[in-house]
């Protein structure tokens, strides 16, 4: 049974203990869907569809879908006509190993031949063959020749012998095994000859005897032993008629019946049993690990690529009838099939059948090099397999460009696999792939297989000029279609597409390829990506646009998207790449027009921030008139934001591109962006200016007093008012009350006492001293005791004799209110009795009424005389440790000054350092003594913490 799976095809075959029927059932085929090809004597192809559930015979639904496209993977070159011109002299059996092929005949005659390549007058190269020797076994044909390249060793079968001859005089090594019925030789040979040393490297056959015994043997050197590995014996191993080997594991065949056979364990298993005892098996080994066996069922022919365990490796190859031999070179099996006198060569990967060459009589050979020979009625051939890349190159030319891919991946990347990277080959066949990546690409393309193209294109790494250069609507106006581009078949795209949306499909896949090699370029070529880019996104997708000339990296040739731009309607986009060329008075005047002109509309446009953020991040030279020249309509629409022009580089730039001068004079028509720098000049950059400070207090007042104007004004007309703004605003107004200490406090104070403000003017009160005033205003306008606290203790800022005083006065307004107000005696007493007051006793005793008692005042007592203690003992334990060091300092100088270094004209008067004198005429120049006694001028001893001499640091130094 043959069972196909949807995801991958697997071929297994049932394994019967019981003897199979009389007659054999059909193949039955049980698949989702099945695919099947098959190639008949009419060289047509013949499609198989069978659908879920169904179980008949292939042949109900066979029908011929489409003629074979003959590709040449060989050429027939013949190597010889007529063996010393005798009819009745018959080729058995050939080898072949680099120039050297020897041939058996049928009566036992061993010859061999030396092959040259040579030229003819036309240049075209042909082989020649020379005659060099012969050996006569017996009358017995002979029927197996295999060579041994690394022992340079020959084995020849014949007559029930097993001869092993040198390969250059054909000389007996030993005397023949005796008994042979047949042998085959170790395919493992291939993966583990050592090219380097070959005569290190063992080789290995297995034996059939006449008795059918099987044994193995190895050879190495001028002998021939058993194989010390595969010692055991192998019995009953009748009526075997075809076998193969890799290594430890066999597959064998006999009538109907395949199975593998382990050398090391002896175990045997059935792979197959279904097939037809009229025709003699065939196994063959075609690379790695795979094996391949022809089976028949039911007048159907089958090769199974199975591994040596049996397992279907992938999909069988049909055949339009039994082969009467098979050979394998890489990756085609080639099978002369007798009852059509021909050769039918089949891909081995996708079991398509590929080429059919009319041959007559023969028998394929596998030669020890990977080649075919071709035998027949006395003749010999050598099937030349044609360069892979021609044959690529014909398959992507007639529109087969998967096979082609398929073919060099098998080929050519399996080849490249195996050699070291980096080598010369390796960078010869890495350069070939990516040429025929790059044309199957551009055949894809015109297929209308856009993204299966352009990903082929992305991986061949093609030129993006190349590319760019068949879609008329990104290329550039200086180059015409389809220069200089042997690979591709068209010159533009537009002779491929037929419809918008296929045109539309087509750059769609080319955005998507040159977003692939955005990152990778660089200088013209990078311009011309990005152009096409800036061009196909402003066409077929505006929110990609969009995202991408916001990048500061952006490269693109304005001359030619500029009008695409302009045509798409996309002039934010167009205004952002004028940025990017430092071209900022044209995209300011783009960004105004959008701006201000309201027939002009793109939804692309962000807004004034936008511009705003883009002339924070400029630098051009003309930045300070670009930005005073633009900041009117600028200013207009985003007040408050547009300050960040003059104020969002360091305080430097900032100076000296925006000097406050200046930029106050040109914001004289804009008191809220004036405030929001004034702010920045006073709280960021520290001025100390008057003007700066009284002038941004006045204009706060102002504010504030409009605003509380406009929602007086809709509370009588009964509108919603939103009294957040105001409050900000008037947080605002306090915090430049409070923080700034340069402003005309009397100025201020005469504008505020004719206003209700009474927490700014209460701050104002203090900032000119007069502190009750300000608490009386607080408790009794405002009323916001808490409040009072507060202002006691963030005006003092850290002065307790201030802030004694100031809660001593809070407490005098609270005990004696003056005329119209009522004594607060609540809040006195919770004042005295809370935490945050820190009063002199005496004082408050001499404030408080008469009247209160001992009980009432007892904790504010107890919490004043504790907390004088506490500070007179912290005080004195300061006085203690501060006296403590003075005397340690004290006695460090005397020590110092103890150390004494003598001077005189003959010593210690020069620097130790640079040898300077210190006393030229006699008088001693200023110098720095460090205390490891080094002593150096003022030049060297400039670092008082390090000496100059020995770079050692310290923490104390005298001069």
């Not at 092993?164 to 019925?181: D, F, G, S, T, W």
């Not at 409070?738 to 006492?753: A, F, G, H, I």
């Not at 919770?830 to 005793?845: F, P, R, T």
């Not at 100088?893 to 150390?899: F, G, M």
Request: net charge neutral; with cysteine; charged share 25%.
């Amino acid at each position: 049974w043959v069972v196909v799976n949807q995801d991958t095809l697997k071929c297994l075959f049932n394994i019967r203990k019981n003897p199979p029927p009389p007659q054999p059932p059909p193949l039955s085929i049980l698949c989702f869907v099945l695919d099947l090809q098959i190639l008949d004597r009419n060289k047509s192809i013949h499609s198989v569809a069978i659908t879920e559930g169904e179980e008949r015979a292939g042949s109900e639904y066979f029908s011929m879908s489409k003629e074979i496209v003959d590709t040449r993977a060989f050429d027939v070159q013949p190597l010889l006509n007529n063996i010393r011109k005798d009819p009745n002299l018959q080729i058995a059996a050939v080898e072949m190993w680099q120039d050297n092929f020897w041939i058996g005949t049928s009566t036992g005659l061993l010859l061999c031949y030396h092959l040259t390549s040579k030229e003819d007058e036309k240049k075209r190269q042909f082989l020649q063959w020379s005659y060099l020797r012969e050996v006569n076994f017996d009358s017995s044909p002979v029927t197996s020749i295999k060579v041994a390249p690394g022992q340079s060793k020959l084995f020849v079968h014949c007559g029930k012998q097993l001869f092993v001859l040198y390969i250059h005089n054909l000389e007996r090594m030993i005397e023949p095994l005796k008994n042979i019925a047949m042998f085959c030789v170790d395919e493992n040979w291939r993966m583990t000859l050592n090219e380097s040393s070959p005569e290190t490297s063992t080789f290995d056959i297995t034996c059939i005897s006449t008795k059918n015994v099987l044994n193995s043997y190895e050879l190495l050197g001028k002998t021939l032993s058993p194989h010390k590995r595969f010692q055991q014996q192998h019995n009953n191993l009748q009526n075997i008629q075809a076998f193969a080997r890799e290594d430890r594991r066999m597959v064998m065949a006999k009538a109907g019946t395949y199975f593998s056979l382990d050398l090391l364990t002896g175990k045997k298993s059935e792979i197959t049993s279904v097939g037809s005892k009229s025709v003699t098996p065939i196994v063959k080994w075609i690379m790695n690990d795979e094996f391949l066996i022809a089976t028949e069922v039911d007048g159907y022919a089958l090769g199974l690529c199975i591994s040596a365990k049996g397992e279907a490796k992938r999909a069988p190859i049909q055949w339009v009838e039994y082969p009467d031999s098979v050979a394998f070179s890489h990756p085609y099996v080639v099978a002369f099939c007798a009852g059509s006198r021909s050769l039918i060569v089949t891909n081995v990967y996708n079991q398509a059948p590929i080429q059919w060459l009319d041959c007559g009589e023969g028998h394929l050979f596998n030669n020890a090099g990977g080649g075919i020979l071709l035998s027949g009625r006395g003749k010999l051939s050598l099937l030349r397999t044609t360069p892979f890349e021609t044959q690529i190159h014909d398959l992507i030319v007639s529109g087969r460009v998967d096979e082609a891919l398929e073919l060099a991946s098998t080929t050519l990347e399996k080849d490249m696999n195996n050699v070291d990277e980096g080598s010369k080959q390796f960078e010869d066949l890495k350069r070939k792939i990516r040429r025929i990546k790059r044309q199957a690409g551009f055949y894809h393309l015109a297929a209308k297989k856009f993204t299966a193209g352009f990903d082929l294109l992305l991986v061949s790494e093609t030129s993006p000029d190349v590319v760019i250069d068949l879609f008329p609507l990104v290329r550039p106006d200086d180059v015409g279609g389809g220069q200089d581009n042997p690979f591709c078949p068209f010159t533009s795209i537009n002779e491929i597409v037929e419809t918008k949306e296929e045109e539309k499909e087509a750059h769609l896949a080319l955005m998507k390829f040159l977003l692939g090699i955005h990152n990778t370029s660089h200088g013209a070529t990078r311009m011309l990506v990005d152009t096409a880019l800036v061009i196909l996104y402003a066409v077929y997708s505006g929110d990609k646009l969009r995202e991408f000339v916001r990048k500061e990296d952006t490269k693109c040739n304005l001359a030619k998207c500029g009008p695409v731009l302009f045509d798409a309607n996309k002039l934010h986009a167009l205004a952002c790449l004028y940025v990017q060329v430092g071209q900022f008075p044209r995209a300011l005047e783009i960004w105004k027009s959008l701006e201000e002109d309201s027939t002009i509309i793109d939804d692309d446009y962000p807004g004034v921030s936008f511009v705003i953020d883009a002339l924070c991040a400029g630098n051009s030279p003309r930045l300070r008139e670009i930005v005073f020249k633009n900041m009117e309509w600028i200013l207009n629409a985003e007040p408050e934001d547009g300050v960040r022009m003059f104020t969002s580089k360091s305080n430097t730039e900032n100076q000296q591109l925006f000097p406050a001068t200046e930029v106050m004079k040109h914001l004289e028509n804009f008191p809220v962006t004036k405030m929001h720098y004034l702010e920045y000049l006073i709280f960021t950059l520290h001025s100390k200016s008057e003007e700066y400070h009284t002038t941004l207090a006045m204009m706060m007042l102002d504010a504030v007093k409009r605003k509380r104007l406009e929602h007086a004004n809709k509370v009588r007309q009964n509108l919603e008012v939103d009294t957040f703004i105001l409050e900000s605003l008037r947080q605002r107004f306090l915090r430049v009350l409070k923080s700034c200490k340069y402003y005309d406090v009397e100025k201020l104070m005469r504008l505020l006492e004719e206003t209700d403000l009474h927490p700014e003017t209460a701050v104002v009160y203090g900032r000119a001293g007069r502190h009750e005033e300000a608490l009386h205003r607080i408790v009794y306008k405002i009323g916001d005791y808490r409040l009072a606290e507060e202002y006691c203790n963030e005006t003092t800022e850290g002065d307790r004799h201030l802030r004694r005083h100031l809660f001593l006065l809070l407490l005098k307004v609270y005990i004696q209110p003056g005329e119209g107000n009522q004594p607060l005696m609540r809040e006195a007493v919770a004042m005295l009795n809370s935490h945050l007051s820190d009063l002199d006793v005496i004082e408050v005793l001499k404030i408080i009424p008469d009247h209160w008692t001992m009980k009432l005042i007892e904790n504010f007592l107890r919490k004043a005389i504790r907390s004088d203690v506490h500070y007179t003992r912290t005080t004195a334990v300061i006085k203690g440790l501060a006296r403590s060091e003075n005397i340690q300092l004290h006695r460090r100088v005397v020590a110092l000054h103890q150390q004494r270094i003598p001077m005189s004209e003959e010593q210690n008067t020069s620097c130790m350092v640079c040898k300077r004198n210190l006393a030229p005429g006699g008088v001693i120049a200023p110098f720095v003594r460090y205390p490891n006694g080094v002593i150096a001028c003022l030049h060297c001893g400039q670092d008082l913490t390090t000496c100059p001499l020995t770079g050692k640091t310290f923490t104390n130094t005298m001069m």
